[in-house]
């Protein structure tokens, strides 16, 4: 996958890199719930967790159809959070979806509420 350097750099416009492209963003949790939960910024994300700092949620304004990439590189099972009103893979409304440690997951907004989701083994 493409970072928004890459195809800046081949030429492509900065607008039209913005919206295919991605650039790593290493963020830290924060809380254990939704409320207070760190906003996931882009697309691909690093994540890294401590024991009481593991929440993590997606914007409401996340794009349809578009993938996003989270990986944990902490030793800390992170929580991820749809936005209000959403459901991972058809489970219960609001409900986080957990990231072990070194674990990477794909998450894919289908819906405005609906989200699918992929974690590695």
Do not use: C, E
């Not at 409320?35 to 994540?47: E, K, R, V």
């Not at 030793?75 to 959403?86: D, E, I, K």
Request: aromatic fraction near 10%; avoid cysteine; glycine fraction near 10%.
């Amino acid at each position: 996958m493409s970072t928004v350097a890459d195809l800046m750099g081949v030429g492509m416009p900065g607008a039209q890199a913005n919206r295919l492209g991605n650039t790593p963003t290493t963020q830290a949790g924060a809380g254990t719930a939704a409320a207070g939960a760190t906003l996931i910024q882009g697309h691909l994300t690093n994540a890294t967790t401590a024991s009481s700092q593991t929440a993590f949620i997606f914007n409401a304004a996340a794009s349809l159809g578009a993938p996003f990439w989270f990986f944990n590189s902490s030793a800390t099972t992170a929580l991820v959070y749809p936005p209000s009103g959403g459901n991972f893979n058809g489970g219960t409304t609001d409900a986080s979806f957990s990231v072990a440690q070194n674990k990477l997951a794909v998450f894919i907004r289908i819906s405005s509420t609906a989200w699918a989701s992929i974690l590695t083994a």
